[in-house]
């Protein structure tokens, strides 16, 4: 995220945007630089999903245990029973929704929440009209919405540092946030997030791990300077090295030409 930070103020000098638009690209660079780890069960998963779920396993608790009592009510024999079986059920789905299978499901949900937000801007009470959906959502400048929630739906179900850490997904997120830029209008959108994004990869690339950029080809990408939570000083030396780089950046010592920025705006 440090990275995503760095990048997202990097973007926002060459955009040349003002202050608050400039706060705005730091902070979708930052999530942006998140994004990719969608795929393990890290800290970004449960932040986005720790509380929905303790929250759903609060509320079917309590629905079970009040089902289950309310099954001494006599009824009908049928009855008591029926309702004794579905308390135990709501009290099921406490137990299920625990392990990181529940977290990557919920994840998906957001995703799938994001794109129906995406269908009701753009179709309102209209989105009831399926016959109407596919060709006006494909049409409409809120496409990038569902692009957005689909990313987020599939990327928790890939194995650890796959097609989430890929030239694909890179394209796959620029995608979005081009859209956007244009939806918005708001200038260094598709910068800010594929430079957050690439931020994370070619963090990861510094790791004795590497990434296959081009997945699920077998070829390796790696300057293997890092063990992963085992060498925080070569960390904090990568993060310092490229704070300096984007202060240098910010103050014009580096001269990037205007025909490489413009390839990016």
Known sequence: MALGIMSGVAAAKLAGVDMFTGLELTAL?????VIPDLDSDGILTRKLTDRPLRLIR???GYTGVALILLSYFRHSHNMQFLTAFIGLLFLGV???LQDNASRK????LIGVLIMGAGVFQQLGEGVFALRHIPYEVLHSTSTWILVLGAFISIVPHFAHRTYSHTIWAVAAWGFVWYGAEKALHVHGL???????????????TLTVSGVRYLYPFPLHFKVPLI????DSRKEMAVVTLSGVFVFLLCLDIFHIPQSVIKLFL
């Open 29 to 33: 660079a930052a999530v942006s630089a």
């Open 190 to 204: 598709f910068l800010a997030g594929v430079a957050g994004y690439l931020s994370h990869l070619l963090a990861d």
């Open 227 to 230: 063990r992963t939570k085992k």
């Open 94 to 96: 406490g137990f299920i």
């Open 105 to 108: 499901w919920m994840v998906t």
């Open 58 to 60: 609060l509320v079917s």
